[in-house]
């Protein structure tokens, strides 16, 4: 099943490590019912893990910048993330291109070879998944089957 595109789209570097239960496991490892923790420490079955076409630009949020104090370090590795794809930072939904400038390290970085860029469908909107301990927004169904990415089903 797959939808044209043109664009860049808005998702993750394959080795973004989500919270599923009580381990973290990468993204491109994740299929169809495995169970994530949502922002609120509730399970979820994914719908559909997304892969998108290769990329080499991301926005890097490196670990620990978005942390305020001693009591845990967020994110807990480097997050690569492309610009345009949501988080959630103090409960308000942030672009992380928007961090760069603002936040200590917060930067665009283009790796030397491009990697699939994945992200999951649940099926409600505005979930919002621990990824590197920071809440990640996912897509819908409706949003993706109306959307103009092509991607395949994992």
């Known amino acids: 099943f797959e939808f044209v595109f043109r664009s860049s789209v808005p998702c993750l570097h394959p080795n973004t490590q ?61 997050l690569l993330i492309r610009k345009g794809h949501p988080i959630l930072l103090n409960g308000k939904t942030i ?17 030397n070879d491009p990697v699939p860029v994945y992200s999951l469908c649940m099926k409600k909107r505005n979930v919002y998944v621990i990824m590197e301990g920071i809440p990640v927004k996912t897509w819908s169904e409706y949003d993706i089957m109306n959307s103009k990415y092509k991607f395949s089903k994992h």
């Open 18 to 78: 989500v919270l599923c239960a009580k381990e973290y496991k990468a993204i491109s490892s994740l299929k169809q019912g495995d169970l994530v923790t949502d922002r609120h420490g509730q399970e979820q079955p994914i719908l559909y893990n997304l892969q998108f076409d290769r990329s080499n630009d991301f926005i890097l949020i490196p670990k620990g910048s978005l942390t305020s104090d001693d009591s845990c370090v967020l994110p807990c590795n480097d």
């Open 95 to 111: 672009n992380p291109a928007k961090l760069i400038g603002k936040v200590e390290g917060v930067k665009k970085t283009k790796l």
